[in-house]
């Protein structure tokens, strides 16, 4: 991911039409009204695992404490769901490529999967690729547009949410690329997602906490990490994406805004190339988080 690709590239990184309602998320208060979010890990944390089958990782996802995972693609969803299921978890989302010049911009599985697992899928999250288009290039828009407001269309009777995933070296490469590209769409299935790593790495931390919030109500999704703060933009992965808890920059300034705007979707854990092992840094990544939680809902 920042890192991913499905292409082997080497970053491997309903129509309901909004007005100024609110978009359709789930899951971040519990019956008390605190916030805390369904905490998910990404498929790029399982790299160094001890075993690749299903069923170790997804004992190792649960043994951690996470609510679910995210795949890559649609190659291992059969694989996966069954064991999930055993285990009370989640498949929250799949990262899936959006290509704008191609004329089958999407995989063409992913209809008869989606209607497959109906029910069993939450969100797909787009990178977004273009040869034709710059990145950040509104010239784009048009077409994506008609692609998302597609999909959007098929997947609102299944209940499944889209995200446009900001990623480095892609077409919709900031956030605020997907924020302009979710306000035209104007369905509310279709988002922005905020990834942390990639948004200290576009535009650095300065205006997190306005920008973010400005967003609303067209955040979709949401990932974290630990990070190093200071001048981002020079930084490489190393140093942006580190198990959470970890580096210097406050992971706390993004979960309090979520909190502040009412944010009620689930947040991701990005991993990729952690060089620690998951079994060691997703429980260490899920005790920082129920810290950081603990903390937001007890301040003043």
Same mark, same amino acid.
């Given at each position: 991911?920042?890192?991913?690709?499905?292409?082997?590239? @080497?970053?491997?990184?309903?129509?309901?039409?909004?007005?100024?309602?609110?978009?359709?998320?789930?899951?971040?208060?519990?019956?008390?009204?605190?916030?805390?979010?369904?905490?998910?890990?990404?498929?790029?944390?399982?790299?160094?695992?001890?075993?690749?089958?299903?069923?170790?990782?997804?004992?190792?996802?649960?043994?951690?404490?996470?609510?679910?995972?995210?795949? @890559?693609?649609?190659?291992?969803?059969?694989?996966?769901?069954?064991?999930?299921?055993?285990?009370?978890?989640?498949?929250?989302?799949?990262?899936?490529?959006?290509?704008?010049?191609?004329?089958?911009?999407?995989?063409?599985?992913?209809?008869?999967?989606?209607?497959?697992?109906?029910?069993?899928?939450?969100?797909?999250?787009?990178?977004?690729?273009?040869?034709?288009?710059?990145?950040?290039?509104?010239?784009?828009?048009?077409?994506?547009?008609?692609?998302?407001?597609?999909?959007?269309?098929?997947?609102?009777?299944?209940?499944?949410?889209?995200?446009?995933?900001?990623?480095?070296?892609?077409?919709?490469?900031?956030?605020?690329?997907?924020?302009?590209?979710?306000?035209?769409?104007?369905?509310?299935?279709?988002?922005?997602?905020?990834?942390?790593?990639?948004?200290?790495?576009?535009?650095?931390?300065?205006?997190?906490?306005?920008?973010?919030?400005?967003?609303?109500?067209?955040?979709?999704?949401?990932?974290?990490?630990?990070?190093?703060?200071?001048?981002?933009?020079?930084?490489?992965?190393?140093?942006?994406?580190?198990?959470?808890?970890?580096?210097?920059?406050?992971?706390?300034?993004?979960?309090?805004?979520?909190?502040?705007?009412?944010?009620?979707?689930?947040?991701?854990?990005?991993?990729?190339?952690?060089?620690?092992?998951?079994?060691?840094?997703?429980?260490?990544?899920?005790?920082?988080?129920?810290?950081?939680?603990?903390?937001?809902?007890?301040?003043?």
């Amino acid at each position: 991911m920042a890192c991913r690709e499905d292409n082997g590239g @080497m970053q491997h990184s309903i129509p309901l039409i909004l007005s100024s309602a609110v978009m359709l998320n789930f899951g971040a208060c519990n019956d008390d009204g605190k916030f805390h979010p369904e905490f998910f890990a990404f498929q790029t944390g399982f790299a160094n695992a001890t075993k690749n089958d299903p069923a170790y990782l997804a004992d190792m996802v649960q043994t951690a404490g996470f609510d679910g995972v995210e795949l @890559m693609g649609l190659g291992r969803v059969d694989a996966f769901l069954p064991e999930l299921a055993k285990r009370n978890l989640k498949l929250h989302a799949l990262y899936l490529k959006l290509d704008l010049d191609s004329k089958q911009p999407y995989d063409a599985n992913l209809k008869q999967v989606l209607t497959k697992h109906k029910g069993q899928i939450h969100y797909l999250w787009f990178h977004v690729h273009s040869g034709k288009h710059p990145r950040s290039d509104p010239a784009g828009d048009e077409r994506c547009v008609q692609v998302l407001r597609e999909l959007s269309d098929f997947a609102r009777p299944l209940n499944v949410r889209i995200g446009i995933y900001m990623h480095v070296g892609l077409w919709a490469e900031r956030f605020s690329d997907g924020v302009r590209i979710a306000r035209k769409v104007k369905r509310d299935n279709v988002g922005a997602v905020f990834n942390l790593c990639h948004y200290l790495r576009t535009v650095g931390p300065d205006n997190l906490e306005q920008e973010l919030t400005g967003a609303f109500p067209h955040v979709m999704l949401v990932s974290i990490n630990g990070a190093d703060d200071g001048d981002t933009t020079r930084m490489g992965w190393n140093r942006l994406i580190q198990p959470l808890g970890d580096g210097t920059f406050d992971v706390a300034r993004v979960l309090k805004v979520l909190r502040t705007m009412n944010y009620d979707g689930p947040v991701g854990l990005q991993g990729f190339a952690v060089p620690q092992k998951p079994e060691e840094f997703f429980p260490a990544s899920v005790k920082a988080w129920n810290k950081y939680i603990r903390n937001i809902n007890n301040r003043p």
